[in-house]
């Protein structure tokens, strides 16, 4: 593990030491905001984490399906620099957790294959002074918005880490030949079934991997997400994203809800 | 009591999923098939007062209008008027039949499609007919359509009214002319073009008054959740038209029923399907 | 439990220990308030090729297409004396059954893909199924692919049948169970129609022609009333076919269209839907409380 404060840039540590003193910024709404202090959290700063990344270039086989590891390597590095930043602003304000991230990628004309691979959320502690730092002793993150992090919980469950996957995959052009011969029949293309399959469960195992790294019970809130980026469409990114949870209690504290019907709009 | 009163019931879900499951494994039973597009929120409140949803039902019509109908004129084009209400009546007297072959009280939650083209005017019908549970069929001339959804019947026929069957009415226009002199003189003042003004008020007037008609000959005491679609035509820029269509109510308690909705303040930023606030 | 065709992945994957679930944290919290544990993001894939008759595919010969076994055929004539060679003196509506069996295979098989990773896992059902259907850039290529969490009932016994499964998920599935009705799997199903207008479809759409002008008023266009309807028909009464005595719940019916020449038109109906099993007697829900909200 690094030093905790290394890599950052000197302009984030001003903006941090003013934050330490008290003051907060969160990009929640007020209800998120009284949603997660009625769960004995208080918001402690907007944190940020970027990476600006040049993606290598990969031969690829017009007639062939398979993985473009430098590809995955890059997009996934590039992604956990960013995360890894952000998490670090984090440490430095004393958070125990990140709420409400988003991933983002940006392109720019500037820059040929390059790409800013960008994290934000909102650092939060918790208000009875026990750490709730995760197993590898950084803090938590989370996709979850304020409501979800109220909800979640309720449940007993608590998050442990944003966890993802990525597979960047090669799909063959002319793969299929073999099976054209045979007009005007309805046949399954195996080869395709089987190489789209296997890109999306790579991409999800490695997600998995990361949670089990983490000590994670389950994962909630699971996304698939397919890009081609600016490879052509025959190269596609799988990218499976999800909130890593740990169960910390016994019941589910939920009141059973009513149902309602609204009369507004 | 109000119908309406919230009672948060007391059914232990973990059993009923438990025994539910089980009941999987049982032999199917041979009973009690139906069919329906209601949204299950939809489904849930035709289940609270007693109504069951028994088959999905569409009803469909494609009328020719001729070729040049759409050409310059003058006025009314009675011809595309008389085709989009003709086609209206035929969609819904099909889904009426459909309703009515299937045993069902009546028709909810119908989409309206329409589509007018220089050569043909559609309409089509797609929803849900409906019955009190295990309600033996009425006569067909007892069977409602309407385009409420399953929770606006809901809430109607809580509050004591009930849907009587679709009003419709249509007509198309075309935008009068104005001569170059007018227009010239026109070019640089404020003034009303009271031939437009007037010529759209009628068209407007014409096509609400035919649903009107609908609705009277249903022997309805009103129309509510009418929807009133206007403007030029995408083929036709100097034809106008205007539709309307609705729901003929009629109260059938002898006096309105309040429904005295909670206040609720929702701290959700947006609509989830999960509504905290409904934590009470 | 016949052999199991799960690429390597997807088995190391469903043997380790984490659970993922495609469901949102309001619907995960719904699932474990009704005794619904989570297992596993479970999915299956299926890509499709279609031949050379999607889309169109054969062409307007002299005489009228037979039809496919077994499916929808409805011959037009034309009555009136006068043939040249543009002339349509026939015209026909058919189903084209084989773009409906390549779709329900591409269906059939990424849903029992699905399911046989939730079996895989010891799951009593499938939640929150999200199905869908692309068309793969060049080749004719549909894929179809489906995601659900698979859950375990609390307490249940082992299962013994294949899973149940549902699109649905959180508090309307739970209020489902509520009323009385248990989910006994997606189902969906397809119809396609293919319309040759003959030439009075084709002098309607066209805007009536000069042959018609005499007619009194506008005119009701018949053979495309009847393909589009029956493409509504076919569709409801091939997925009535799979229900048996259960019921069709929350269904969804897509209709599409095409147009190749003057008249001649494909439609689609695609309708998709919960089959459920009524388990208690009907016993009716408290009525949900009306609410203003006050912002």
């Given at each position: ?23 907060f ?8 905001f ?9 918001p ?16 690829r086989?017009w ?6 590891t430098?590809?995955?390597e ?39 294959d ?22 590898l ?6 996709d ?21 996957g990525?597979?960047v ?21 195996p ?13 999800m ?61 | 009591?109000?119908g ?36 299950i ?19 469909l ?9 759409w050409n ?55 929803g ?12 067909a ?11 606006d ?20 226009v ?7 002199g007018?227009?010239?003189?026109q ?23 035919r649903?009107?008609r609908?609705a ?5 005491d ?33 006096s ?25 | ?22 469901l949102?944290v ?15 993001l ?24 037979g ?11 034309c ?30 098989s ?28 060049d ?40 009323a009385?009705l ?63 005595s ?10 599409g ?22 388990f ?16």
């Amino acid at each position: 593990m690094s030093d905790v404060t290394s890599d950052l840039p000197q302009a984030t540590g001003h903006r941090l030491e003013e934050l330490e003193k008290g003051l907060f910024t969160s990009d929640l709404s007020v209800n998120e905001f009284l949603l997660i202090k009625e769960v004995g959290f208080h918001p402690v700063g907007f944190v940020m984490g970027s990476s600006i990344y040049h993606t290598g270039i990969q031969t690829r086989k017009w007639g062939q399906s398979l993985e473009l590891t430098k590809l995955t390597e890059a997009m996934y590095n590039a992604r956990e620099l960013a995360m890894t930043r952000m998490e670090e602003e984090a440490a430095e304000l004393g958070a125990d957790g990140v709420v409400g991230v988003r991933l983002t990628v940006n392109y720019y004309d500037w820059g040929k294959d390059a790409a800013e691979f960008i994290a934000v959320g909102t650092a939060v502690t918790a208000e009875d002074g026990v750490s709730r730092l995760n197993k590898l002793g950084k803090p938590f993150t989370s996709d979850l918005s304020g409501q979800d992090f109220w909800t979640l919980l309720q449940t007993g469950y608590f998050p442990q880490g944003l966890v993802m996957g990525t597979c960047v995959y090669h799909i063959a052009h002319r793969g299929i030949g073999q099976t054209l011969g045979t007009t005007g029949q309805n046949v399954e293309l195996p080869n395709f079934t089987q190489a789209l399959y296997e890109a999306r469960e790579l991409a999800m195992t490695r997600m998995q991997d990361e949670a089990t790294q983490l000590g994670a019970t389950g994962i909630v809130g699971v996304r698939l997400e397919e890009k081609s980026h600016q490879w052509g469409s025959h190269t596609i990114e799988f990218l499976s994203l999800g909130t890593a949870v740990l169960k910390t209690s016994g019941d589910v504290t939920l009141a059973k809800p009513v149902t309602i019907i609204t009369l507004d709009g | 009591m109000s119908g309406l009163e919230a009672t948060s019931s007391s059914l232990d879900v973990k059993a009923e999923v438990r025994r539910a499951n089980a009941f999987l494994a049982e032999k199917p039973p041979t009973t009690g098939a139906g069919t329906s597009d209601l949204s299950i929120d939809e489904e849930l409140n035709l289940h609270s007062i007693g109504w069951e949803p028994v088959e999905l039902v569409s009803g469909l019509s494609v009328f020719s209008t001729p070729a040049g109908l759409w050409n310059w004129g003058q006025g009314e084009i009675v011809m595309a008027g008389e085709a989009h209400q003709r086609a209206f009546v035929s969609a819904s007297q099909r889904l009426h039949n459909e309703a009515a072959k299937v045993g069902a009280h009546g028709v909810v939650g119908v989409h309206v499609e329409r589509q007018v083209y220089s050569t043909h005017i559609e309409i089509s019908l797609l929803g849900t007919a409906v019955r009190p549970v295990g309600a033996k069929p009425v006569d067909a001339s007892g069977v409602f359509v309407s385009d409420l959804s399953a929770r606006d019947f809901t809430l109607l026929m809580v509050a004591g009214w009930q849907p009587l069957g679709l009003a419709s009415g249509a007509s198309f226009v075309y935008a009068p002319r104005r001569n170059v002199g007018t227009a010239l003189q026109q070019k640089s003042q404020n003034v009303e073009l009271t031939n437009y003004t007037e010529a759209m008020y009628s068209a407007r007037e014409t096509a609400m008054e035919r649903m009107q008609r609908d609705a009277i000959a249903l022997k309805g005491d009103g129309v509510v959740e009418v929807k009133l679609v206007e403007g030029p035509m995408r083929f036709a820029g100097h034809a106008v038209g205007f539709a309307v269509w609705g729901t003929v109510v009629r109260l059938t308690k002898e006096s309105h029923h309040s429904v005295a909705p909670l206040k609720v303040v929702s701290l959700n930023d947006t609509d989830v399907a999960f509504d905290t606030a409904a934590l009470a | 439990m016949a052999p199991t065709d799960l690429p390597e992945a997807a088995q190391r994957r469903l043997s380790e220990g984490a659970f993922s679930s495609a469901l949102g944290v309001s619907d995960f919290a719904a699932c474990l308030e009704m005794g619904l544990e989570p297992v596993g993001l479970v999915q299956g894939f299926c890509a499709m090729q279609q031949g050379s008759y999607m889309m169109g595919g054969l062409s307007r010969s002299l005489s009228p297409y037979g039809g496919s076994a077994g499916g929808y055929v409805q011959n037009y004539q034309c009555s009136h004396g006068m043939i040249s060679n543009e002339h349509r003196t026939w015209g026909q509506n058919y189903e084209q059954t084989w773009v409906e069996t390549a779709w329900m295979q591409g269906f059939t098989s990424s849903f029992s893909r699905m399911l046989e990773e939730a079996g895989e896992l010891g799951a009593h059902g499938v939640v929150g199924v999200v199905d869908t259907v692309t068309r793969l850039t060049d080749a004719k290529v549909l894929e179809f692919h489906m995601v659900g969490t698979a859950v375990k009932v609390l307490d249940a016994p082992a299962p013994t049948t294949p899973p149940w499964s549902t699109y649905l998920a959180g508090q309307r599935l739970s209020k489902l169970f509520e009323a009385g009705l248990v989910p006994v799997s997606i189902i969906a199903s397809i119809s396609s129609i293919r319309v040759w207008a003959y030439c009075t479809t084709e002098f309607l759409m066209g805007g009536a022609g000069t042959m018609l002008r005499n007619s009194s008023g506008p005119q009701e266009i018949d053979q495309i009333v009847s393909a589009k309807s029956q493409a509504r028909f076919i569709a409801r009464s091939n997925v009535r076919a799979q229900l048996g005595s259960d019921s069709l719940r929350g269904a969804n019916l897509e209709l599409g269209e095409w147009e190749f020449e003057r008249g001649d038109y494909e439609f689609q109906a695609v309708l998709r839907g919960n089959r459920v099993r009524r388990f208690k007697n009907f016993d009716p829900l408290p009525v949900p409380r009306a609410t203003v909200r006050l912002s």
